[in-house]
């Protein structure tokens, strides 16, 4: 609505990029998905890399109950940028806004694994599976204790 606004008032042409399109199934326990789906991702020509992590591995996760919801990332494996996220998991509805906010900036999986990460969150799901992702892509991601 505020671009379709800004163009009426100045004659813009302005168009909205929706790269993210976040998606949620408020059930129990939550589906959330942001991004290119695998399938679409790989006809557009994409090489891909996943990685991905349980939500029992995930303290609050676990104190929470939530012991069979899981998440995954995938990126392009050639040029690291991240390009979807999907969590099955409490409260994944809230924990899907970072990883669409990089898909939306085309930020790389070097780019979300250097964000910080507060322990002990939920958040900590998208940390794990960047740490992985990073690693499966040659990277070398700080151990939480070293930072």
């Not at 494996?77 to 906010?101: F, K, M, Q, T, V």
Request: negative net charge; glycine residues 10%.
């Amino acid at each position: 609505a505020g671009i379709a606004a800004e163009n009426a008032v100045n004659d813009g042409d302005r168009k909205w990029t929706k790269r993210s399109n976040i998606q949620v199934v408020f059930s129990d326990p939550e589906f959330a998905f942001a991004g290119l789906k695998p399938a679409d991702a790989e006809k557009a020509g994409h090489k891909l890399v996943t990685a991905s992590a349980e939500s029992r591995d995930i303290g609050k996760l676990h104190l929470a109950g939530d012991d069979d919801g899981f998440g995954e990332l995938t990126a392009d494996a050639e040029s690291g940028r991240l390009l979807s996220a999907g969590l099955l998991c409490n409260d994944a509805s809230n924990l899907i806004h970072l990883p669409a906010y990089a898909i939306d900036r085309e930020n790389t999986v070097g780019q979300l694994e250097n964000a910080e990460f507060y322990h002990p969150t939920k958040i900590e799901i998208i940390s794990e599976m960047g740490d992985a992702l990073w690693r499966k892509m040659g990277g070398h991601p700080l151990s939480r204790a070293e930072e």
